[in-house]
């Protein structure tokens, strides 16, 4: 009761004519938060679900455009064999469950990074909801899974040298907005709001090209107790701030 009261009131805070358009989300803190519990780490994954469910819908709710959630890096490849299918497992499983909800909401599900390399039961999970959500506009839910902005960047690169080779560019055409084209986001504008949870302090390989103007946002809150109130709370914090784009605030205010 007490929790919902002051959701209503950071909810009231925000200002609906100045959303981030596009808010990117590391969700870190679910092993932690399983084992401050005596639990296993998928335990915290699983609960992990239920605030990537809180968070879609507070974001759908206000207005955001697009939201980006950071669910499987390169690197996580590296972790015990039983907790990468553990949660391969609960992506499939979950991209099926909340396929009614994202249809009823009218959200539109993409993934970006390496698909190709998620195991077949994950992949036709995510291309199913893809296709049948991809009509959908209020909000752009996307899963980063395998993804790791190197490689991106890397393959951006590869990219358009191939098509220098082929004639088809040259190498003056190349300029920021060209490359933007290469990469796994080229149909999304970039993130205004970067949030990590959990207390750490870092971007982790993820969209670093992306992220240049955005403002970031930490908070100790480990991802599984992430709920509306805190989303709103961070919105309201990044309506505070004076977006310069590298002008002076004299500028900013002519
Ligand atoms: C980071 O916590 C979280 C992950 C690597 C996975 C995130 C996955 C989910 C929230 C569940 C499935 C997602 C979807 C979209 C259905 P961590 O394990 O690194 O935590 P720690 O830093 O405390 O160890």
């Known amino acids: 009761m007490k929790a919902e009261a002051k959701n209503i009131i950071y909810k009231e805070l925000v200002d609906k004519d100045r959303l981030p358009e596009h808010i990117a989300i590391i969700m870190d803190g679910n092993g932690r938060w399983a084992k401050q519990k005596g639990k296993l780490r998928v335990f915290g994954h699983k609960n992990g679900v239920q605030a990537v469910r809180e968070v879609s819908e507070a974001c759908a709710e206000i207005g955001v455009k697009y939201l980006t959630l950071y669910a499987f890096s390169t690197e996580n490849w590296n972790r015990p ?39 077949e039961k994950s992949r036709e999970a995510l291309k199913e909801t893809i296709e049948a959500t991809k009509q959908n506009t209020r909000m752009t839910l996307t899963l980063a899974l395998s993804y790791g902005s190197q490689e991106e960047i890397t393959n951006a690169v590869k990219n358009i040298a191939l098509d220098c080779l082929a004639d088809k560019l040259k190498p003056n055409d190349i300029n920021p907005e060209l490359i933007g084209q290469y990469l796994y986001t080229k149909n999304m504008p970039n993130p205004d709001l970067m949030i990590r949870t959990s207390g750490e302090h870092r971007v982790s390989n993820f969209l670093l090209w992306q992220l240049a103007y955005a403002e970031f946002y930490f908070t100790p809150v480990l991802w599984p107790d992430y709920n509306k109130e805190c989303i709103f709370q961070a919105i309201v914090e990044y309506q505070q701030r004076e977006r310069r784009f590298g002008k002076t605030t004299e500028q900013i205010h002519q």
Do not use: C, W
Not at 107 to 113: E, F, T, V
């Open 81 to 119: 064999q039983l907790e990468v299918s553990a949660l391969m497992e609960l992506l499939a499983l979950t991209i099926k469950r909340e396929i009614k909800t994202l249809q009823k909401n009218n959200i539109r599900l993409n993934a970006i990074g390496n698909i190709d390399s998620l195991p």
